[in-house]
């Protein structure tokens, strides 16, 4: 397998190259947009052809580059089926399975950050059957869970996302290694660690957001203050509808 984290320190994003080295078959997951360039190059290095590129979800902090990556190599731009944007798009469905040769990446529907957020499990089959990481997005961080990220509606966000987390993440297993979308440095979330990977039995020890009742932690969600107008600003963009709306 191939894997490549993005890590942008200035910002804390995290975007991802994954795939297999063998038959030269890849994904980019939350690709940026400065990055675009680079991702193509490494591909080409590694003789891998970009077949899949996967936002999370539709981002709020940073320029996507997936719409122009995915034109630039003739790829499938993917967001879960639920996503509200004015730009073609391959609808993930829950359960989904991308075969990247040896490399599968397996679609959760994990809404709550946003309502059209996956995370990604990932199975390396020259390993072994069972997954092995999972890329969470902006569902789970290191130390810390998104932000309920939709205005107007950040209680019912946050009981979503606490359902997603329980139900669908926190149930893989534990050994599983967790790369999320974000850590310190970022504002899609409040406590974020500044290591950028863990597990999911770490996290279900240690994350303080995990072990709350439902109601304190929607109660602890609900309390989020309002994106600043660049994040709207950047959402309009990465929505395909980069006009402020009359
Ligand atoms: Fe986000």
């Given at each position: 397998m191939i894997f490549k984290p993005y890590y942008a320190f200035e910002t804390g994003c995290a975007a991802y190259l994954l795939g297999c080295g063998t038959l030269g078959l890849c994904a980019v997951v939350d690709a940026r947009e400065s990055e675009v360039d680079a991702y193509i190059a490494f591909a080409a290095a590694k003789g891998m052809r970009i077949t899949h590129v996967i936002d999370t979800h539709v981002h709020a902090d940073h320029r996507s580059g997936g719409p122009a990556l995915a034109r630039r190599v003739g790829a499938s731009y993917c967001l879960h089926e639920s996503a509200d944007v004015s730009l073609p798009f391959?609808?993930?469905?829950?359960?989904?399975?991308?075969?990247?040769?040896?490399?599968?990446?397996?679609?959760?529907?994990t809404p709550g950050h946003t309502p059209e957020s996956v995370c990604l499990v990932v199975t390396d089959l020259r390993r072994g059957a069972e997954p092995w990481f999972v890329l969470t997005g902006d569902t789970l961080f290191v130390g810390a869970v998104g932000r309920p990220d939709l205005p107007g509606r950040a209680r019912e966000s946050a009981g979503e996302l606490y359902d997603s987390l329980h139900a669908k993440v926190l149930t893989l297993p534990g050994d599983l290694e967790v790369f999320p979308g974000h850590f310190a440095g970022s504002l899609c979330g409040a406590g974020m660690s500044g290591k950028p990977s863990s597990t999911i039995a770490f996290e279900k020890r240690c994350n303080p957001q995990l072990s709350m009742t439902r109601e304190d932690f929607v109660a602890a969600l609900a309390e989020v203050a309002p994106k600043p107008d660049a994040m709207e600003h950047i959402l309009r963009a990465n929505r395909g509808r980069p006009e402020a709306p009359r």
């Open positions: 391959e609808a993930l469905t829950d359960g989904q399975e991308i075969a990247l040769g040896n490399t599968r990446l397996t679609v959760l529907h």
